[in-house]
Nanobody, 121 residues
Framework: QVQLVESGGGLVQPGGALRLSCAAS????????MSWYRQAPGKKRELVAA????????NYADSGKGRFTISRDNAKNTVYLQMNNLKPEDTAVYYC??????????????WGQGTQVTVSS
């Protein structure tokens, strides 16, 4: 079955760094746009970064530009989010998301279970 398993979250001090990973299985990873979203308490889920495949192109929310880097390894079916210079406002649950348009013009979408990132001194 389809699985998106995030890892790498945790508690970090302001200015610190974390690398999130999302291991995918059960679908053709290389055909999907992979994204990271986050949701802070009391707030809507928001896009953090996205990456296409073949060719690769990336897109970032303004909040993460210059600090976050999304990447993917199609051979390992894994997408990463390197987060540097973390700020308290980055505290949220971070979700991995996969999306593609199938040949029958139906959207295929999958969410991971989320990983908590807490930035605090």
């Amino acid at each position: 079955q389809v699985q998106l398993v995030e890892s790498g979250g945790g508690l970090v001090q302001p200015g610190g760094a974390l690398r999130l990973s999302c291991a995918a299985s059960g679908f053709r990873f290389s055909r999907y746009v992979m994204s990271w979203y986050r949701q802070a308490p009391g707030k809507k889920r928001e896009l953090v970064a996205a990456i296409t495949s073949s060719p690769e192109a990336t897109n970032y929310a303004d909040s993460g530009k210059g600090r976050f880097t999304i990447s993917r390894d199609n051979a390992k079916n894994t997408v990463y989010l390197q987060m540097n210079n973390l700020k308290p406002e980055d505290t949220a649950v971070y979700y991995c998301y996969a999306e593609t348009l199938l040949g029958n013009m139906q959207m295929s979408r999958y969410w991971g279970q989320g990983t908590q990132v807490t930035v605090s001194s």
